[in-house]
């Protein structure tokens, strides 16, 4: 497989990480603390050209900061 620059390749996840499988075969492992800000959740692997990346529309979300990377939830 190959993988963006900068990208890590995990095939197996730590002990007590919670697997969650995608539609499209990508598998993510979380920790068990992530699980809070992230239910509800809907996790899209989107294809944008030769771009991939993963989509995250999160319910919860109360506020974000402007490049999207940090946020809180209720």
Known sequence: RSV???A???????EGDVAVDLANGVTLFLEPAALQFL?????????????RSLKFN?????????????????
Do not use: H, K, M
């Open 39 to 51: 239910r509800g959740t809907q996790i899209d692997y989107a294809r944008e050209g030769v771009n």
């Open 58 to 74: 999160n319910p919860n979300v109360t506020a974000e900061c402007g490049c999207g990377e940090s946020f809180s939830v209720e």
């Open 8 to 14: 890590v390749l995990i095939e197996q996840g730590s």
């Open 4 to 6: 963006a620059p900068g």
